[in-house]
């Protein structure tokens, strides 16, 4: 059995028992002065009561205080004194006018207290619709936008706060304020009747679903996003009304931010599925041209050497087939550079990290590089005494073969390619160097973007434009930094990876 509460009754009746005991006070009060001093007009000190519990308690209070000042007015100052009779008609007058100054008085200090009340309510409710906007404004993620709302709503309204969103058709709890809230059974159907209705639903009172829970509807102009629960944690009996008001207006501004993280989802899935298609589409164009180049000179050269090889001398049978060699080792590293892709997009790459000498790599990749440039002037430069970098070999070594082929794509046959190696503070730069055309501005941007190409049309260099990606992905995985700019000494484009040396 629920224990009774005289905490209401108090609050009911604590005005009334003020205005009397304010009341009498002025009574006892004006008997003194009028004992003691020649006053003509004592009937004004019970101004002082009525004004009083309008100011504090509103028009009930103050039309309780003006009936007693009267009474007390004709019990201590009329006489007979102390008997509840007139015997003067002059008195009744008197009376008279103190009944009239005492309603007005008392109607125009309750309106002023209940315009101060409206007016601190408005203050309140535009303060705590403030304080909620700054807390969800710019909240892209829905958890995080559901906790900062509810958080400003138990604070404003002092109660646990349930957030409820649908989910495969039906009503499910989403967030809560305190974490680990459990809705009984009345709870969830006075929110699924909120939620079909798009009322306000619950509360003891509530004669259809009753629920200690009140619910309102989360919802925009255009749709239902969920319901919204509030549990009162010090008048659990229900809201008052301008706590109403504000619980509504809450709810329908978490319900735009709800709609407006909705819509910036979508906006980011239709980008991806713009990005993917463009992808798909560059790939494809790859595909279609890069990769089936060297395939048909590799089977031209294969036919020809099958159908007509008594035509060929040995000379021309060697460099047919250097030929073929050539094509498919271009063959192999753009199907190399699409498997690297699809593994850094994957996010499978780990690096085997070891301490790697920084000469060894830069020479090691030049070797290997040898077929690529060869024909090039090739220049490198180690700084003596380079601490050791801890990093994985083999995908440092291919990053700077990236950069090696672009540099050979992008620079006149006769330039130099340079490849510089230095100690920057705590770093150590692998610079590559070319005497190409450098890079236009409007390509700076997107220089290392997937299938990317600084040049178009009938200047287009062979490639997938993979490799400058993929060499961003490398050194980023392993925790470096790759930049590219225009030369300032001459013309042509340099490449800076920088790595932390090893600890």
């Not at 809560?176 to 003891?204: C, H, K, M, N």
């Not at 301008?242 to 980008?271: G, N």
């Not at 340099?494 to 790595?499: G, K, L, P």
Request: a negative charge; one cysteine or more.
């Amino acid at each position: 059995m629920k224990p009774l509460s005289l905490a209401p009754l108090i609050r009911l009746v604590l005005p009334f028992a003020e205005a009397a005991v304010v009341t009498l006070l002025a009574a006892l009060g004006g008997r003194v002065i009028a004992d003691h001093f020649d006053v003509p007009n004592v009937s004004l000190v019970f101004l002082i009561p009525v004004l009083a519990a309008a100011v504090r308690h509103g028009f009930a209070a103050s039309l309780c205080a003006a009936t007693l000042s009267v009474l007390s007015f004709d019990y201590f100052f009329l006489p007979p004194l102390y008997r509840l009779t007139i015997s003067d008609p002059a008195d009744v007058t008197a009376l008279f006018f103190l009944v009239i100054v005492a309603l007005v008085t008392s109607a125009l200090a309750a309106r002023a207290h209940a315009e101060a009340l409206a007016a601190a309510r408005r203050a309140r409710t535009l303060s705590t619709l403030h304080d909620l906007s700054n807390a969800i404004a710019g909240v892209l993620d829905l958890d995080a936008l559901l906790d900062a709302a509810g958080r400003r709503m138990a604070q404003a309204l002092n109660a646990e706060v349930v957030f409820l969103m649908p989910d495969n058709g039906a009503l499910a709890a989403r967030a809560a304020i305190p974490s680990g809230v459990r809705l009984e059974p009345a709870d969830l159907a006075a929110a699924q009747r909120s939620w079909t209705y798009g009322g306000r639903a619950g509360g003891v009172n509530d004669p259809t679903t009753p629920s200690r829970r009140w619910f309102v509807p989360m919802h925009t102009g255009r749709s239902d996003v969920g319901v919204v629960g509030v549990l009162l944690t010090e008048a659990p009996d229900g809201l008052s009304a301008p706590d109403r008001d504000l619980f509504q207006a809450m709810a329908s501004q978490v319900a735009v931010a709800i709609e407006r993280v909705a819509l910036a989802t979508d906006i980011d899935k239709a980008r991806l599925g713009a990005e993917r298609e463009r992808l798909r589409s560059a790939m494809l164009t790859s595909v279609s041209h890069d990769l089936r180049t060297p395939l048909a000179s590799i089977v031209g050269v294969l036919s020809s050497l099958r159908s007509h090889r008594d035509r060929y001398d040995d000379a021309a049978r060697q460099e047919l087939l250097t030929t073929a060699l050539g094509e498919a080792e271009r063959l192999d590293r753009f199907v190399g550079n699409l498997l690297d892709m699809t593994r850094l997009d994957a996010g499978v790459i780990v690096p085997h990290r070891e301490s790697v000498d920084v000469g060894d790599l830069v020479s090691t990749t030049l070797r290997r590089a040898a077929p690529l440039v060869r024909g090039r002037v090739v220049s490198s430069a180690v700084a003596p005494d380079l601490p050791m970098l801890h990093i994985d070999f083999v995908l440092a070594e291919q990053m700077l073969f990236n950069l090696l082929d672009n540099a050979v794509k992008y620079s006149p046959a006769d330039g130099l390619i340079e490849v510089e190696a230095r100690s920057v503070g705590d770093r150590i730069e692998i610079v590559v160097r070319d005497e190409g055309g450098g890079i236009a501005p409007a390509a700076l941007e997107r220089l290392f973007d997937k299938f990317y190409r600084a040049d178009e049309g009938d200047r287009r260099r062979a490639g997938t434009g993979l490799g400058l990606a993929i060499a961003k992905g490398f050194v980023e995985v392993e925790g470096g930094s790759i930049m590219a700019r225009n030369r300032t000494d001459r013309g042509g484009a340099e490449f800076i990876v920088s790595y932390r040396t090893a600890p």
